[in-house]
């Protein structure tokens, strides 16, 4: 297909089509007449050789290449946006511009937490907007990429792709801090056998695998969706959760928890900020991921490496004679 020969409005008038399943509303939306809008759908509907609408009774409904071009639509209008918001020049201190990272709350409470601190203190126009990744992000990289302006991801998921290294950091074990059957140590049987709170997200949470690679299979009890739940569902219960030491400081101060290290060398996570290619020249974008770095090496540097807090079972205190 030659692109040149296409009117590249018609992709923002079909997106608000499809969105808004009514031309009068899809032309207010994008600054059209009635008339207009109704122009645009009929040149979308033989360009396509598809209703794209179909009239139900009083309403609208998509045909099946409506329903798929919905999303496709909305992807390419954010793609084009970002290729013509480009700069050659930028400057933090006087700009405005919104940047979107798509992190778990892991990321977004460790990295992304410091990188708004920095920001708020350097850059006063900037706006940072965190977003959870979708379940897909994994299987379409690429597109999810030219949307946003950066993944927060550990290595080892994704690869293909240009990326910021910013900290490592290391996999640890909770249990309550009133366990009956664990000490001061955890045992590989431990694990097998006890009850599990997990991160319901695998692309995110490599330490899941490890343990398939151990033949450990966790009877999981509860999944969840943020790592920072994961402390609340471990307490006062018998189960076993792993999580990042970055996150198991915080941790052990909300919530009734012991902290003991994996009874297995597990791989530390090494987290990234992953780009589309498409950023490459853009000059704010560079400006971002030379602001993540710097972020990235505070965070590391400020590491002591010392024991995250721990709190050891109590002993029984001997009766007095």
Request: aromatic fraction near 6%; hydrophobic fraction near 40%.
């Amino acid at each position: 297909m030659n692109l040149s020969r296409l009117d590249l409005n018609l992709v923002v008038a079909l997106r608000a089509l499809l969105e808004e399943r009514n031309v009068t509303r899809a032309g207010e939306r994008v600054g059209l007449s009635q008339p207009a809008m109704s122009a645009a759908l009929s040149r979308l509907r033989r360009h396509f050789d598809d209703e794209l609408l179909s009239r139900t009774g009083n309403s609208y409904e998509l045909t099946p290449l409506g329903v798929a071009l919905r999303d496709r639509s909305a992807t390419a209008c954010d793609l084009l946006e970002r290729v013509f918001s480009s700069q050659a020049e930028f400057d933090p201190t006087a700009e405005a511009r919104e940047f979107t990272l798509l992190a778990s709350d892991y990321g977004a409470a460790v990295f992304g937490a410091a990188l708004a601190r920095a920001v708020h203190h350097e850059a006063p126009g900037i706006r940072l907007t965190f977003q959870h990744p979708a379940p897909g992000v994994v299987e379409n990289t690429a597109t999810t990429l030219s949307t946003v302006d950066g993944l927060l991801m550990p290595h080892g998921v994704i690869d293909g792709f240009p990326a910021v290294d910013l900290y490592s950091d290391r996999w640890l074990c909770l249990v309550a801090d009133d366990h009956p059957d664990i000490g001061h140590e955890l045992t590989l049987d431990q694990l097998a056998r006890l009850p599990w709170a997990v991160y319901q997200r695998p692309y995110d949470a490599p330490a899941a695998r490890q343990l398939s690679m151990l033949g450990i299979s966790p009877q999981v009890e509860v999944s969840v969706q943020t790592f920072q739940l994961l402390p609340h569902m471990v307490e006062g219960t018998r189960r076993i959760a792993m999580i990042q030491e970055r996150l198991a400081r915080r941790a052990v101060r909300s919530a009734a928890v012991r902290v003991l290290p994996c009874p297995f060398e597990a791989v530390p996570v090494q987290e990234a900020l992953w780009w589309h290619p498409l950023h490459a020249q853009d000059a704010a974008h560079i400006w971002l991921r030379q602001k993540a770095a710097q972020v990235g090496e505070t965070l590391q540097s400020n590491d002591t490496g010392e024991t995250t807090p721990t709190t050891q079972p109590t002993e029984p205190v001997p009766e007095q004679p």
